[in-house]
């Protein structure tokens, strides 16, 4: 079974251009999910993107959901995620025994999605410990590198939009707009309890999906980043499987309404995730301190880099973010050159 005719009514008459773009190539069905062959090589690819999703999940300000935009997989993820629900048991049911779990199977695209949560697992329990101590100790270097890889994002992406109008005009600034209001909340100091921390799964996962908002920035905004972070590196399975389970909610519960956004106002709907993630540049910006002007584990003012307290170090700021900005680019290139995931 094929992808039938992409639904997205305001990006058909641009059809031509469509099949050599990477955010136009792979549309998302309107009622039932593509069926993929995939090869051991894109497989690997589907598991680099993971690695790449991880990593970007774990610093508070950057989105998982970024990256799968960027690196081309994101319609296939939103797609394969809003086809788990309750008709997978008539799926199963037409077929029965072994041929209805591998009907299910294909239906939701789960060998996709395994090897993506291979690749955002294998970054999770490799880099949680190293991301975190560059946070706590080199803050500088990582947000230098991450607001060089937000920022570049911004500018490929603005290059999809294939017509702006007023419309779509308004989104982008309204996606600006939210993803700074979120940016600046004020952090809850909470001890999360597991019922707790399952409502925060579930928000957070929201957010993950959704480029440009973070979704351990959301998990740190109500209290549970620490509590996530140390789970995951201490493999401390009762908040790490109730926090999973917070997010399996929250997906049923959200994917759905994206997916129908993007098949039907897909144009509309990725100026909105664009400015979501413009937006978020006020969070990664790199030169940060306290409320007092110092530096310590509550900077999280931004200031102007003539203003750091250790001077802006241009060299090393700006050769960082220059490395992000080629890596992403390069990820969205390899995106659009390889075989589609």
């Known amino acids: 079974m094929t ?7 305001d990006a058909q008459s641009s059809s031509s251009q469509s099949s050599s773009t990477q955010l136009d190539s792979q549309p998302i069905a309107g009622e039932s999910s593509p069926v993929y062959n995939d090869s051991p090589k894109q497989l690997f690819g589907v598991y680099v993107r993971g690695l790449a999703m991880g990593a970007a999940d774990i610093v508070p300000g950057v989105s998982g959901g970024t990256i799968a935009l960027i690196a081309g997989i994101y319609e296939r993820l939103i797609n394969a995620l809003s086809s788990v629900g309750p008709n997978l048991w008539q799926v199963f049911r037409q077929e ?25 697992a294998t970054s999770l329990a490799t880099l949680a410990g190293v991301i975190k101590h560059l946070l706590d100790n080199q803050p500088l270097m990582i947000w230098s590198f991450f607001f060089g890889l937000v920022i570049a994002t911004v500018f490929l992406l603005l290059s999809e939009i294939k017509r702006w109008n007023i419309g779509r005009a308004l989104l982008f600034l309204l996606g600006i707009a939210s993803a700074v209001i979120i940016s600046s909340l004020p952090l809850m100091n909470t001890t999360p309890s597991l019922p707790y921390l399952f409502v925060a799964g579930a928000i957070a996962i929201c957010a993950m999906i959704l480029p440009g908002i973070s979704g351990s920035f959301i998990l740190l905004l109500m209290g549970a980043y620490d509590t996530v972070l140390e789970a995951v590196h201490t493999l401390n399975f009762a908040i790490i499987f109730t926090l999973i389970a917070g997010m399996a909610t929250g997906l049923l519960l959200f994917t759905r309404m994206l997916k129908w956004l993007l098949s039907r106002y897909y144009q509309a709907t990725l100026a909105l995730l664009i400015g979501f993630i413009a937006g978020s540049l006020v969070k990664v910006w790199p030169w940060k301190t306290d409320a007092l002007g110092t530096l310590n584990s509550e900077a999280t003012h931004n200031v102007m880099p003539w203003h750091y307290p250790t001077g802006a170090e241009w060299l090393t700021t700006l050769s960082l ?13 390899w995106g659009r050159r390889s075989p589609r995931p």
């Open 321 to 333: 973010m220059l490395l992000g900005a080629i890596l992403v680019t390069a990820l969205s290139l």
């Open 96 to 120: 029965g025994g072994i041929k209805g779990l591998i009907a299910v199977w294909r239906q939701v695209d789960a060998t996709f999605l395994l090897f993506l949560l291979m690749g955002i």
């Open 3 to 9: 992808a039938s005719q992409s639904p997205r009514p």
